[in-house]
């Protein structure tokens, strides 16, 4: 209690009303406006490129078409991460899709389950029943 009272007093000053703080902020700042670590960072309207997002879309994918094909070695998802500045755009799709698995598996053990689960006997659960059942046995 005795720290809330200390700062108070602190951030109005001196018991005079404060009349020597207003006349201080009155008087025009002769200080530079502090600027952060972000600042130096955005993308300011100049910088920007002039043509429409459409045409720069358009520019990236030619520019992707026209560049080598890819080892059939090599993992397209490392490639895309180190070609993501020159096709910001397109490396999003990529990683969106490449990083689908290109198997039924997980999906078909799911569904094992479920028939493990509903047999004849317990054929009358209910689908939320089902769902726990089958969530309770894939995570325990």
Known sequence: ??????????????????????AE???????????????????TERARPTHPPQQAL??????????ADLDSEENPLDWWREHQRVYPRLSKL?????GIPATSAPSERVFSTGGNIVTCLRS???????DRLVFLAKNL
């Not at 009272?5 to 207003?22: F, N, V």
């Not at 990529?94 to 490449?98: H, N, S, V, W």
Request: charged fraction near 25%; include cysteine; aromatic fraction near 6%.
């Open 25 to 43: 902020d009155d008087a025009p700042s002769t200080s530079k406006k502090k600027k952060t670590l972000g600042s130096f960072f955005k993308i």
């Open 58 to 67: 358009a520019t990236e994918l030619q520019s992707y078409l026209q560049c």
């Open 1 to 22: 209690m005795s720290e809330m009272a200390a700062s108070l007093s602190m951030e109005q000053g001196p018991s005079d009303g404060g009349t020597a703080d207003r």
């Open 94 to 98: 990529a990683k969106k899709y490449l």
């Open 124 to 130: 009358s659960l209910k689908p939320e029943s089902v």
